[in-house]
């Protein structure tokens, strides 16, 4: 149906609870949240309100105590742990705060390394990879190790890993924590490019304000509860 | 970059680490190789050279006689028999013999013995220990003859020399007490005590025609085969031909039951010892593989996150025991060749040690410790401590798919 907006992400009174010692802590505390297909939406918050526990549970990669969750129509509550790998690598692009490259792998086998284990035969994975690496300004980097490249030039070798599976969204953790700002600007552009004109989805978790700036959605998270969701762009 | 190439880039992100489980490795094949070369090497002396002490590697005789060996149990139709024996592929010879106890006397004395009495046209040094070892006089030609080959201490005992006479006392077929004249053709000296003190040739024709027997009667058929590995295999066919139906076809375990009990012994050291070798090769390469999976929790967390499932996380793992596994044979096979030339050309002399007859289960031992290894040991070898790398991968890689991508990416 003509401009039926899809949802990539449903979260349906989620909690995550955690335990500390002899207490109970409260990670996330019954959100509610969508994201539609196409957003570069911002998860913020001060250190410990839950904006990285909600990616984590986004990501599959932590399950809720209770509710249910949905990425591109797939209910992560009823996947075991095998069953979640496929939904990651299908449909689910990460970005850490700390690059987390393979440091065996040259930037080309860092972006490939998905596509591998989707299967895709390797002339398709060098089309791929090619024009993605070309699409994050690293276009005769490829032979590069994560040792040889500078913080930003990971950061992108990262989001080429991302991206170049076409996943459904893009969850970003803190992307630009660990690089200076001008590089933090020009990642910024460029994922702001991807969404514009590939229109992937990004996520992100950030307290950083040129972060914020740049989303066209800001939920703020509050002691793992969504205080506010704003459309501001 | 497929699973195997990450593999072999993982293991050399700690060269050094790597170089010395892969050293580990190697050497456990070093040691495995001294040892189990050692073993097939003295083990198969061993037993050829008690095969040769007279009852082969395979042994036909009447039914009964290995328990109790007298001479009123014989084998007949021993000609066809033997003839159809070395018609069998893998016989390097057999002989037809008779074998029993003696009283052998000379002039001034009568000792207690055993003989052998044999075709002179069918012995050859080779296959005969006593014939070998003579030192004095020479193996007497004439299988009717009066002639007889004598150990050094019983020689000594009978205070008899070349040429001179003795007379063998012994029963026949009835049980009755028979004797005979022989001279002294020859005297061996073997070094075992057991054996130069009561063990005489005798003409085969002689003996039969004391005892008795009829030309093609006797009491056992020794087998010498080419390779002792195949005594099992050769019994079995001996047993089957037609001229065979009413002997017993024993191996020589069971007709030098204390050899093989001695080498059993042995060898069950040596598995022993080589177990415990192992299983040290085996902590060191579980405490390498682990060490390598906790520094790379939170790459596994990564790995994970995106999208490789803890199966494909747990093979990784397992492949990189398989490089690890691959480096250090090879290595170890780099290292322990020249060893094994060595040994296997020269070896290490403990004659000043042992001297040179020095005897362990009723046989001379080599004082010169020596290697030969057989195909299925080399393989034994190999494939062993590979599995065993194998294995001790088996928990660091069950565990690196074991933890939640949640918690290893807490991981600094």
């Given at each position: 149906m003509a401009g039926e907006v899809k949802h990539i992400v449903r979260m349906q009174d989620v909690v995550k609870t955690y335990r500390q010692g002899k207490v109970d802590v409260h990670a996330v505390n019954n959100v509610s949240l969508e994201i539609e297909e196409g957003d570069f939406a911002v998860l913020?918050?001060?250190?410990?309100?839950?904006?990285?526990?909600?990616?984590?549970?986004?990501?599959?990669?932590?399950?809720?105590?209770?509710?249910?969750?949905?990425?591109?129509?797939?209910?992560?509550?009823?996947?075991?742990?095998?069953?979640?790998?496929?939904?990651?690598?299908?449909?689910?692009?990460?970005?850490?705060?700390?690059?987390?490259?393979?440091?065996?792998?040259?930037?080309?086998?860092?972006?490939?390394?998905?596509?591998n284990l989707q299967g895709v035969s390797e002339?398709?994975?060098?089309?791929?990879?090619?024009?993605?690496?070309?699409?994050?300004?690293?276009?005769?980097?490829?032979?590069?190790?994560?040792?040889?490249?500078?913080?930003?030039?990971?950061?992108?070798?990262?989001?080429?890993?991302?991206?170049?599976?076409?996943?459904?969204?893009?969850?970003?953790?803190?992307?630009?924590?660990?690089?200076?700002?001008?590089?933090a600007e020009s990642l910024l552009d460029l994922m702001q490019l991807l969404n514009r004109e590939q229109g992937i989805t990004f996520l992100f978790s950030t307290h950083d304000q040129h972060v914020i700036d740049r989303a066209r959605r800001v939920v703020r998270i509050h002691d793992g509860k969504v205080q506010a969701d704003e459309v501001v762009g | 970059m497929n699973l195997n190439k990450l593999a072999w880039r993982n293991i050399w992100r700690r060269k050094r680490r790597t170089m010395i489980t892969a050293f580990s490795i190697g050497f456990g094949v070093m040691l495995a190789v001294t040892f189990t070369g050692s073993g097939d090497y003295t083990y198969t002396n061993m037993i050829d050279m008690g095969a040769s002490m007279g009852m082969g590697h395979v042994t036909v005789e009447p039914v009964g006689y290995n328990l109790k060996p007298t001479l009123d149990k014989r084998l007949t139709g021993t000609e066809a028999l033997h003839k159809q024996i070395m018609t069998?592929?893998?016989?390097?010879?057999?002989?037809?013999?008779?074998t029993g106890q003696a009283m052998f006397a000379s002039a001034r004395k009568s000792v207690g013995g055993a003989f052998i009495a044999v075709d002179p046209a069918f012995e050859t040094e080779a296959n005969n220990l006593l014939m070998r070892s003579i030192v004095e006089g020479s193996l007497f030609s004439d299988i009717g003859g009066r002639g007889a080959v004598i150990g050094s201490k019983l020689a000594k005992k009978l205070h008899v020399g070349i040429g001179k006479k003795i007379v063998y006392t012994t029963t026949d077929t009835d049980g009755e007490i028979v004797s005979d004249i022989a001279r002294v053709t020859g005297i061996f000296t073997t070094g075992i005590d057991m054996v130069d003190g009561v063990m005489a040739l005798l003409p085969m024709a002689s003996v039969q025609k004391t005892l008795n027997y009829a030309p093609d009667e006797a009491t056992v058929i020794a087998v010498i085969i080419k390779d002792q590995r195949h005594a099992e295999a050769m019994r079995d066919r001996i047993a089957v031909l037609p001229e065979a139906?009413?002997?017993?076809?024993?191996?020589?375990?069971?007709?030098?039951?204390?050899?093989?009990?001695?080498?059993?012994?042995?060898?069950?050291?040596?598995?022993?010892?080589?177990?415990?070798?192992?299983?040290?090769?085996?902590?060191?390469?579980?405490?390498?593989?682990?060490?390598s999976v906790l520094e790379r929790t939170r790459e596994f967390g990564v790995m994970m996150a995106v999208g490789m499932s803890p199966g494909v996380l747990f093979r990784l793992v397992m492949v990189e025991s398989f490089w690890l596994a691959i480096v250090g044979l090879l290595l170890g096979i780099l290292i322990t060749a020249p060893w094994y030339y060595f040994l296997y050309n020269t070896g290490i002399?403990?004659?000043?040690?042992?001297?040179?007859?020095?005897?362990?289960?009723?046989?001379?031992?080599?004082?010169?410790?020596?290697?030969?290894?057989?195909?299925?040991?080399?393989?034994?070898?190999?494939?062993?401590?590979?599995?065993?790398?194998?294995?001790?991968?088996?928990?660091?890689?069950?565990?690196?798919?074991?933890?939640?991508?949640?918690?290893?990416?807490k991981t600094i």
């Open positions: 913020c918050g001060p250190s410990g309100s839950g904006k990285t526990s909600i990616l984590n549970l986004i990501g599959g990669l932590d399950l809720p105590s209770s509710g249910s969750i949905w990425v591109d129509d797939v209910d992560l509550s009823t996947l075991d742990s095998t069953a979640l790998s496929e939904v990651r690598k299908n449909r689910i692009g990460f970005v850490f705060q700390a690059y987390n490259l393979i440091p065996v792998m040259t930037a080309y086998e860092n972006a490939e390394f998905v596509l002339a398709e994975c060098r089309e791929r990879v090619m024009q993605t690496l070309k699409a994050v300004g690293l276009e005769g980097l490829e032979h590069r190790r994560p040792d040889e490249m500078s913080g930003g030039q990971q950061q992108r070798v990262a989001i080429a890993r991302a991206i170049v599976t076409r996943p459904a969204i893009v969850l970003a953790d803190e992307p630009t924590a660990n690089v200076d700002s001008h590089t | 069998l592929d893998g016989v390097a010879n057999a002989t037809v013999r008779i139906k009413n002997a017993a076809v024993l191996t020589w375990k069971k007709s030098q039951p204390d050899l093989a009990g001695v080498i059993a012994f042995d060898k069950a050291g040596n598995y022993i010892s080589q177990f415990l070798v192992g299983l040290l090769i085996a902590v060191g390469i579980l405490n390498t593989m682990l060490m002399d403990f004659s000043g040690a042992f001297g040179s007859d020095f005897s362990y289960g009723g046989v001379i031992v080599d004082p010169v410790f020596k290697a030969r290894l057989f195909k299925e040991s080399i393989m034994a070898i190999l494939g062993g401590l590979f599995m065993l790398a194998l294995l001790a991968g088996l928990y660091p890689a069950w565990r690196a798919g074991r933890i939640p991508p949640v918690e290893s990416l």
